[in-house]
């Protein structure tokens, strides 16, 4: 049996049972009267759950509705997911980013059909062990479908958590989040842990959020040591993260004579894994270049050597346009891309066969799961034509 955290080592003086009590009455009292009506709360199904707080992990509510719904059409049952051909699954995920997410819920339904006989598990400790699934999340669909007192702490929660009890830990320190998971044990209500979790994720990502709060608007601003103490500007503390990696690409925008653009899938593991996209090439980073990231202006790289290699590469002769293309910039949370485009035109258009490449006409581009920097750069391409 884990052993339970004491609260007191870390500075924290936990309510008393009453106060818990009156604690859990008030937030549920407002979350039956506010809550939002979102498609995944019409359902108690597990595999439905798993989807929506996959989905919502670092995008909005409003957003992941429409992809929800979708998902769930083409996707109904956890056997439909597991059988799901890559393609169709990456673009069901498009446009929602870290798209090891969904290739993880791919594996973890797979878990599902060959240890559990195709059922979703029903324990903490059995959702756990699926592929991508983590405390959060097991908590979340351990409370909600199957309505066992288990905590769901994520940023929003430990921000809640952080100004209840003044918690002098950085949140973003993933050591720290023992404290904020004993804290929600300790308050979880447990007939209705369900609710209690998404009563703190809807005040978390609202009244207590971290842009612009309104904690005299809270329901528990009673029961806020932050509020009552006026230090709520000190908390959550919260580290700054270190900054995403600079990186220059080359992108590649060959046609042919029948004006199809050359795409290639990205079968290297990493960040676009699956992916179609113009060639890409990584430029070295000089130091006259990183100037690019100081004062974002639109330098135009140096492309004459990448030429070569790419013709090397693809054994394509592209004739090279000199016009100048926008610079296309994208930010994932650990890399800062910035891609200049070159456009090039073919007249022998035969493709090698090392490579998955193919000619792809524009109107066919949405059959092609396509990350956002790739649909970027077409924004982009399109505008330097106008």
Known sequence: ?????????????????????????????????????????RTKDPYHIWISEIMLQQTQVQ?????YLRFLDWFPRVEDLAQAPEEKLLKAWEGLGYYSRV????????????????EFPQTYGDILSLKGIGPYTAGAIASIAFDLPEPAVDGNVMRVMAR???V???????????????????????KRPGD?????????TDIESAKNPRPGESPVRAFNAAYLHGTYDK?????????????????????????QFLLEKNHQAGLLAGFWSFPLMETQLLSKQLSLFEDDSEQVLETVSL??????????????????????????????????????????????GDRDLRWVDPQDFDNYPMATPQKKMIDAFEKGQE
Request: positive net charge; hydrophobic residues 40%; aromatic residues 12%.
């Open 196 to 204: 209690f979790n998404q009563a703190l994720m809807d005040l978390g």
């Open 235 to 259: 908390y959550p503390i919260k580290l700054p993260k270190k900054k995403p990696k600079p990186l220059l690409f080359q992108a590649f925008v060959i046609r042919n004579q029948r004006g």
């Open 103 to 118: 290739r993880n819920m791919q594996k973890g339904a797979q878990q599902i059909m060959s240890e559990f006989a195709g």
């Open 63 to 67: 957003t992941v509705i429409p992809y």
């Open 164 to 166: 209840l009890f003044e």
């Open 168 to 190: 002098d830990y950085d949140v973003g320190n993933p050591s720290n989040r023992k404290i904020f998971q004993a804290i929600m044990e300790e308050l979880i209500d447990p």
């Open 307 to 352: 030429q070569k290699v790419f013709e090397e590469d693809y054994g394509l002769s592209p004739i090279w346009s000199k016009e100048e293309l926008p610079l296309v910039k994208h930010t994932f949370s650990h890399q800062k891309w910035q891609v200049q485009l070159l456009e090039g035109r073919v007249v022998q258009a035969d493709l090698k």
């Open 1 to 41: 049996m884990k052993k339970k955290l004491n609260l007191r080592d870390f500075g924290i003086e936990m309510w008393d049972p009453q106060t818990i009590r009156s604690f859990r009455r008030t937030l549920l009292t407002w979350y039956d009267q506010e809550k939002r009506d979102l498609p995944w709360r």
